[in-house]
């Protein structure tokens, strides 16, 4: 995803990309059955493990689990449809059970010359190994400021809503009852 830093070794990068290609020919799919885009999610792990959960999540288009084990690493998955502008995260943010993702649109082109082409982005975004509790995610776009402190959308709220994954939810609960008390 554009603005985001790639920290994967380059061993494994043809992996990684492989398992992405698989990931975004599934988002495909869904947008080409005209499902309305749905939520991102959590997903058990980082990296690879995480890709191929996803992969499978997204191919087989079961329902993402929404409760892990403390002691679980959990990723949270964003994505979007195809979309001639350029999407990018700006910061992802986690606050007591609160889990903001703020992302902004840019034009596709700063030559001035608008493309035709576009493109579909998802992001991994690794959080480790969290508190027992519930957690929201919020994905909230960052208006541009315009002259006099103005802020204004980019796009349409529609268009965004058609383009970007929503909201969601998830928990981290104790193993065992001992854990529940600390």
Same mark, same amino acid.
């Given at each position: 995803?554009? %603005?985001?830093?790639?920290?994967?070794?380059?061993?494994?990068?043809?992996?990684?990309?492989?398992?992405?290609?698989?990931?975004?020919?599934?988002?495909?799919?869904?947008?080409?059955?005209?499902?309305?885009?749905?939520?991102?999610?959590?997903?058990?792990?980082?990296?690879?493990?995480?890709?191929?959960?996803?992969?499978?999540?997204?191919?087989?288009?079961?329902?993402?689990?929404?409760?892990?084990?403390?002691?679980?690493?959990?990723?949270?998955?964003?994505?979007?449809?195809?979309?001639?502008?350029?999407?990018?995260?700006?910061?992802?943010?986690?606050?007591?059970?609160?889990?903001?993702?703020?992302?902004?649109?840019?034009?596709?082109?700063?030559?001035?010359?608008?493309?035709?082409?576009?493109?579909?982005?998802?992001?991994?975004?690794?959080?480790?190994?969290?508190?027992?509790?519930?957690?929201?995610?919020?994905?909230?776009?960052?208006?541009?400021? %315009?002259?006099?402190?103005?802020?204004?959308?980019?796009?349409?709220?529609?268009?965004?809503?058609?383009?970007?994954?929503?909201?969601?939810?998830?928990?981290?609960?104790?193993?065992?009852?001992?854990?529940?008390?600390?």
């Amino acid at each position: 995803m554009p %603005g985001t830093p790639n920290t994967q070794p380059l061993g494994v990068r043809q992996v990684y990309s492989s398992l992405s290609q698989q990931i975004y020919m599934a988002i495909g799919r869904r947008s080409e059955e005209k499902q309305p885009i749905g939520p991102g999610f959590a997903v058990a792990g980082t990296g690879r493990g995480a890709l191929e959960s996803i992969k499978k999540i997204m191919e087989q288009d079961q329902m993402p689990s929404q409760v892990f084990p403390m002691d679980t690493e959990v990723s949270l998955f964003f994505f979007t449809r195809k979309s001639s502008r350029h999407i990018y995260l700006k910061d992802v943010r986690l606050s007591k059970e609160t889990v903001t993702i703020h992302y902004y649109f840019a034009q596709a082109s700063t030559t001035g010359i608008q493309t035709m082409s576009s493109t579909r982005y998802l992001a991994l975004i690794p959080l480790g190994r969290l508190p027992v509790g519930s957690y929201t995610v919020n994905i909230v776009e960052v208006l541009k400021e %315009g002259k006099h402190g103005m802020h204004y959308r980019s796009v349409s709220k529609e268009l965004a809503e058609k383009l970007i994954c929503k909201s969601f939810s998830f928990s981290i609960e104790p193993t065992t009852k001992e854990d529940a008390h600390e």
